[in-house]
């Protein structure tokens, strides 16, 4: 009271209306509440006790998930130093107990022990958030094991002699019953869970994490978490006035989930370093890369043990990653670049498949302006880039190529992969035609394995009219011949295929009729399937144009439909399916009416569509 008085009197005296004095815990055991519910994730708990193993140099770690008299249990036992033993040499609880907050990790890493991640003195009240009770076991210099018991919401600890038998060094906690809402964590869960938090710390340390649940009857071995994807070599280094950042990235394909995890000293603090606002930004949110950035040097934030502090520190380390951020942007660009390309070479040659068994379906001399058995005219090498990034296909043979086998070629040894398997479809080519009436017409039969390959030999074919007139010539021919009757109908040829006991069938539509169709115009050039490239002009309203000298299709990737349709790739697909088929369809068919133009399209859409 009297001192209240004097420093009163002294502030009165200097003019100032102020007082000072020292901050301190009003109830020490509603702040020990605090602190020992202020863990919310229980697997990040567990990492802690397993941090505790690994900082006492354990180098087995074993995590057993069980059941005991009807409690669910979970128990941590390593190899480690054990507890520190008091004077008289006995595992010195007391000071475990008494010192929360002022850990004694933080002395030895202030004495230069390295590899030492605790500095709070809170680990071990985590237990409050994973079960009710705590049993931590270990041995005296006797050789004598010692226990010590906690309880959730109780301020008071025992120890006690125990009869258990521990190893002379390590320690063994045990955690039992575990609180409802966390028994359904399993050891797979907890295995992944560890082999991300601890992957840096298990890498350094050697240490060996075993994980048994005996609930599912199943072993676990924590190994630290591999990436996917190519790893980056040669990035900047990444130095602050505080120490060097070590950084790990991994370049993949784009996912919303990869993300790259920020830690400290090999320990996750933050498994997104998104989660940090100011690196809410590219490279870090496009989903190509993942990995690590580790600076030993952050503060963490002491209750939860998750995220870091907004001080200089971190700040340091903000002011140093746009150098690092920029190359990645640079490696991330010609990433992009490739998977378009690659991307534009797989739908070329989709579109091409699609418009090639089209053309078996069509009449041939309605669509003999497809000469899909020529390359292209001007067609660059297998993997030439075009002005879009399509690549050329001419590597890939076209279905009914037997045309373009040279004699010599057909005389050398077919490979055993090369050999069609056994019967598995088959196809009428023309599967959809118009004849007038009187008029013969031929048909092929298409036949194949299952892997796509053409049958030659060893086929019984049966032609005949499943529905209408008319007769088939040459009934059991690879090649048949249709006469069409004298009346307009719908006729539908049907063909059976057998192969020892193997059997299938297929169709085809003839619309016979009396009407004059108008003859297809003819190029005097025939070409064959065209390749396509993108130009992207997004204040023009042309969606694609045929560029005639280089065979090529020019699509408008800034046209509004493109952006739409490039939100699916399936979408995109047929997109720019139907593009080919206007401009293939617009291209060969000079002169003709809108009505006919329209008319060829929707047939070869229709033909084409099935096979994308």
Known sequence: MGRQLVMAASARSNGRDTSQGKLRIGDDWNAICIIALSQSNPLKAVAEFVENSIDAGAKIVKIIRGKQNGKSFLKVIDNGEGIPRDPEGLPNFKY???????????????????????????????????????????????????????????PNYSVRRTRRLVADSGTELTISPLLPGIRGFSGEKLQAYLAAEL?????????????????????????????????????????????EVSVECYLSDQSADRCVG????????????????????????????????????????????????????????????????????SIIAQQQRAAEEKANLSTLKAIQRAFREAMLSLPEEDYDWFDIRKPAAGRR??????????LSDSSENPAGSEANDQPEEREQQVEFFERAGPLYSARISPASTTV?????????????????????????????????????????????????????????????VRQAE???????????????????????????????????RPGELWRSQYDEENNLIVVNNGHR???YASRSKAIKLRY?????????VQHNFPGCTADYLLERMIELLLYTEEYL
Request: one cysteine or more; aromatic letters at 6%; proline letters at 5%.
């Open 262 to 329: 920020l830690y400290r000293a090999g320990t996750r603090v933050l498994p997104d370093v998104t989660e940090i606002e100011a690196l809410r930004h590219s490279p870090w949110q496009q989903g190509y890369l993942q990995g690590i950035i580790d600076a030993p040097f952050l503060n963490l934030s002491p209750g939860t043990r998750l995220g870091v502090i907004q001080d200089e520190r971190l700040e340091a380390l903000l002011q140093v990653l746009p150098h690092l951020e920029a190359e990645l942007e």
């Open 381 to 390: 090498k297998i993997g030439a880039p075009l002005r879009g990034g399509a």
């Open 502 to 536: 193997l059997e299938v069938e297929a169709e085809a539509l003839i619309t016979v009729t009396d009407s004059l169709l108008p003859e297809s115009p003819h190029l005097s050039e025939q070409r064959g399937l065209p390749e396509y490239t993108f130009e992207k």
């Open 96 to 154: 475990v107990a008494t010192h929360i907050c002022d850990s004694i990790k933080r002395q030895l890493g202030a004495a230069g022990k390295q590899g030492i991640q605790g500095e709070f003195g809170i680990g071990l009240l985590s237990f409050w958030t994973v079960g009710e009770s705590l049993s931590l076991i270990s041995s005296g210099s006797d050789g004598k094991s010692h226990e010590m018991l906690m309880s959730k919401g109780v």
């Open 436 to 496: 007038s009436v009187g008029k013969p017409k031929t048909f092929r039969a298409l036949v194949r394995d299952r892997a796509g390959r053409s049958i030659d030999s060893d086929l019984d074919y049966t032609w005949y009219l499943a529905d209408g007139g008319g007769r088939v010539e040459d009934p059991a021919c690879e090649i048949a011949r249709f006469q069409a009757p004298e009346d307009p109908q719908l006729v539908k040829l049907a063909l059976r």
């Open 576 to 584: 720019i399916c139907r593009l080919f088929a206007k401009e293939l």
């Open 561 to 563: 439909d493109f952006v």
């Open 199 to 243: 992957r840096d710390r298990i890498r350094k340390s050697g240490v060996e994490i075993q994980i048994v649940d005996r609930h599912a009857r199943t072993e676990y071995r924590v190994e630290p978490r591999a990436f996917s994807g190519q790893l980056l070599h040669n990035l900047p280094i990444v130095s602050t006035r505080f120490g």
